[in-house]
Nanobody
Framework: EAQLVESGGGLVQAGGSLRLSCAAS????????IGWFRQDPGKDREGVAC????????LYTDFVKGRFTISRDNAKNTAYLQMNSLKPEDTAVYYC???????????????WGRGTRVTVSS
């Protein structure tokens, strides 16, 4: 069964860094783009970044440009989100998803992980 598993979340001080991982199994990883989304209770799930399946093209939401970097290693069936200069408003549960293409809207994503929590202290 197709599956994504996030890891790497935790508690950090403002200005710190985290590297999230998204490990894939049960589907052809390099057929799919990978997106990172985040969500707090009572808020909509918002797109953070995505990366295409093989050519390395990326999209970022304006709020994280210059601070976050999405990448993938197709040989490892894993995608990453490097998060630097973290701010308290980055606090959320972060989810990865698989999609045909690369987009910052959640509706077409076909597989989702269960999320990893990121908390940034003020």
């Amino acid at each position: 069964e197709a599956q994504l598993v996030e890891s790497g979340g935790g508690l950090v001080q403002a200005g710190g860094s985290l590297r999230l991982s998204c490990a894939a199994s049960g589907f052809v990883f390099d057929d799919y783009g990978i997106g990172w989304f985040r969500q707090d209770p009572g808020k909509d799930r918002e797109g953070v970044a995505c990366i295409t399946n093989s050519d390395g093209r990326t999209l970022y939401t304006d709020f994280v440009k210059g601070r976050f970097t999405i990448s993938r290693d197709n040989a490892k069936n894993t995608a990453y989100l490097q998060m630097n200069s973290l701010k308290p408003e980055d606090t959320a549960v972060y989810y990865c998803g698989a999609v045909l293409g690369c987009e910052l809207y959640p509706s077409r994503y076909e597989v989702w992980g269960r999320g990893t929590r990121v908390t940034v202290s003020s």
